[in-house]
């Protein structure tokens, strides 16, 4: 009996550290940094081209009138400011300074405070635009959501600038918990959407068939490439349609283990780039691949970072000692921030 | 909040309180189980007794947070897409005019093509028909009443939407009124892109036959395309909600 108590308590104990490990270590930025400049951009960019037609989706006479949006969503818990806005002057200064705010995102200035005010306006924009919108905007919504979190403008941004004005040498790039938490939340909200995406699919004929993805080349809405030469090749067709499912619906078994994470995350590649280069969603295929960067690790992004920064450093004609002394590298950061692995 | 030192005051990493960290634990698991709920509350539709009361429990958090998703792309099986046509009406004797949206060729760049085609695909998930829903004459009262406050709401917002897009339309290109039906494109199986095709069956995407209004008239309507056939694996019923 004292066994299987002493083997109860063990097991409990390690799950707590095996639950304080995942969610509190400490965290190097830069992933999170990358993935604000990237994600931070496509904000930038979807907001924009809602701007080339800004009154015919949120003007008083828009597709989906403000009376009309609200009817949609009556009894919903959704708010937008845009809801009370009917005159075309207000709404496109508010509709600037969205732009701004995601542009001061992007680029990371005052970025602690301008992270929530894009989350704050992410939310705005969905919740008005009900009926005009797509997976893009959900990843769009998840990524401000998260990266509001955490102190993504520690590295790569223009707050580190600023802080290499008032000190006068490069700062470290810190380690946060929070830095922890925003990705794992990330890493965790991409495995419940692939779950669900797959097993969705796992209820309809065609992706059993194997003809699913011909129904998706097949359209002509979404064709952006002409694909209808692999009807002469349906294994092709196949192979495409039953990987795609399973690589879906097992990434969240797939990604976490080291030996088959950048299988995992290569197939990602393949199957969003597919996506934006074949059926037109270049926004969202973008979008997916960002956020699958949340399983890079940071010392791998400061890695490529660093080699892109020297190699342009080089071709300037400026010296490798130089290149020692350059934001963010790894030089310079080890010399000062043993950071923790994750 | 967060005690950190920057590593140059001291090599020790940061570190939260036990009780912070209990308190952020908590919330962490309660927004997973948010973003858990919502598409699980979608794929158990029509309902489940187990979900439904954690997913109205979470409603207010999941709907704030624009959470409320299924992420069933593409999914149980990839649809005909979904068009908008129009007709506009002019006041001033100009001929009526119609047209159609996505188009890829007046609609650019590429999102916001799809911001149109978005908007003419929710024209078609809100679609409810016109008349009421037969119930069977052993259906309780209480249900028949249900069911039919349930169509008329769903008719109302289909309605307010399509009048929406009519009037945008009609406002945008100065007609005194636009008329919007719903199209849907079916698409062709492979076979019509093979040497074996059938030259008397459409063969090209855009083939006019390939179209179909939704909202015509009965006697309007154009011969369809046969549907495909369902197929199942032997011993395996279809799901709720399958359309095939």
Known sequence: MNAIVSATKSWFTDALQAWERFWFTPTRPETLALIRILGGAMLFYTH??????????????????????????????????????????????????ALIIFALFTLGLFTRVVSVLAFVVTLAYCHRLHGAQFGLDQVNAMLATYLMIAPCGEVYSLDRWRRLWRSGQWPAPRAFISTNIATRLIQLHLCILYLFGGISKLRGQMWWDGSAVWGAIANLEYQSIDLTWLAQYPWIIAALTHITVFWETFYCFTIWPKWSRPLTLALAVAVHGGIALGLGMVTFGTAMIIANMAFVSPALVAAVVNLVARNRVREQGRGGESAAHSPGSLAADRRSNPAPAR | MEVSRTNSDNNSPPTWSRGFKLLVSALVAFHLAAVFIAPMSFAVRPGSPAIDPLRAALAPYIQALYLDHGYAFFAPDPDPSHLVEYRLEFADGTPSRTGRFPDRHEHFPRMLYHRHFMLSESLNTYYAPPEAPRFPASMPAEERAQELQVWRTARARFEALRDSYARHLAAEQGAASAEVHRLRHDFLPPSQFTNQRDPARPYKLDDPRTYQDLDAAPALLPSPLPAPTPKFLPGISPLPGDTR
Do not use: C, M, R
């Open chain 1, 48 to 97: 924009f081209v809602w701007g080339l037609k800004l009154n015919a989706f949120l003007g008083p006479h828009a597709f989906i009138d403000n009376a009309t949006a609200l009817q949609l969503q009556e009894g919903w818990y959704s708010w937008s400011y845009l809801w009370y806005i009917e005159s075309p002057a207000l709404l496109w200064t508010l509709h600037i300074a």
